[in-house]
């Protein structure tokens, strides 16, 4: 079964400060999707990583996959209050079923 | 990018009651999926609706408590019978776009249940 686990759940963090978000798996897979969610509204699209070594950038944000690691990182540059939300990461069970993390809590304090 | 509707945006119902959601995509898609968001949690997938053949559900969720429909390309229904509290919750529908990449979701129902 495959298990999708994300640390931090909640971080609460100063502007200007840089901080990362990690997803661990537990069983292989080529893709893997990076989430916001601000409250009581729907999921936006961030990345979406489909090789090992993948790097995104999308202003403050930017994720990576290691495949061998099943690791991926989701890092915030000089984050702004605009950033907080909740952020999931979710991995493709190659039946494009996808598996969601906890998610990830983030309050930047402005 | 696929742009997804869904009704009701928000619903209150009566226990022992039943809700259907409607999920419209501006597109033909081949795979549909319907998510459950309990409050504060993640997401969790309820089914794959694919049309023209059954529904698949996952673990934990079964069809006489979540009937679902895909009648064509473009729409789909989940419905949620015989509610009990525990049923409140956020109800969404994802679909993958034609590169087989991306999952788009849609807006959400916001259901509680009374």
């Known amino acids: 079964e495959l298990k999708v686990e994300q640390n931090p759940l909640f971080l609460s963090m100063q502007e200007g400060k840089n901080y990362t978000i990690y997803c661990n798996y537990s069983t292989t897979s080529d893709r893997l999707y990076w989430y916001r969610q601000d409250p009581g509204k729907s999921l936006e699209s961030l990345f979406v990583?489909?090789?090992?070594?993948a790097v995104k950038q999308e202003g403050r944000l930017m994720a990576s996959l290691d495949t061998k690691a099943r690791l991926s990182t989701l890092h915030i540059t000089a984050a702004v209050h605009d950033l907080s939300a909740t952020y999931f990461c979710?991995?493709?069970?190659?039946?494009?079923?996808?598996?969601f993390g906890k998610g990830t809590r983030l309050h930047i304090l402005p | 990018s696929a742009v997804i509707s869904q009704k009701p945006s928000r619903d209150i119902c009566q226990r022992g009651t039943s809700l259907t959601i409607q999920c419209q995509v501006d597109?033909?898609?081949?795979?549909m999926f319907w998510y459950r968001q309990q409050p504060g949690q993640s997401l969790t997938l309820i089914a794959t609706a694919n049309q023209g053949s059954e529904a698949t559900y996952e673990s934990g969720f079964v069809i006489d408590k979540f009937p679902i429909s895909r009648p064509n390309l473009t729409f789909s229904t989940l419905t949620v019978s015989n509610m009990s509290p525990e049923d409140s919750s956020i109800y969404l529908c994802?679909?993958?776009?034609?590169?087989?990449?991306?999952?788009?979701f849609g807006p959400g129902t916001r259901l509680t249940v009374t």
């Open positions: 597109s033909q898609v081949t795979m």
């Open positions: 990583l489909l090789s090992n070594g």
């Open positions: 994802s679909v993958e776009d034609a590169g087989g990449y991306e999952q788009y």
């Open positions: 979710a991995v493709d069970l190659r039946d494009d079923k996808i598996i």
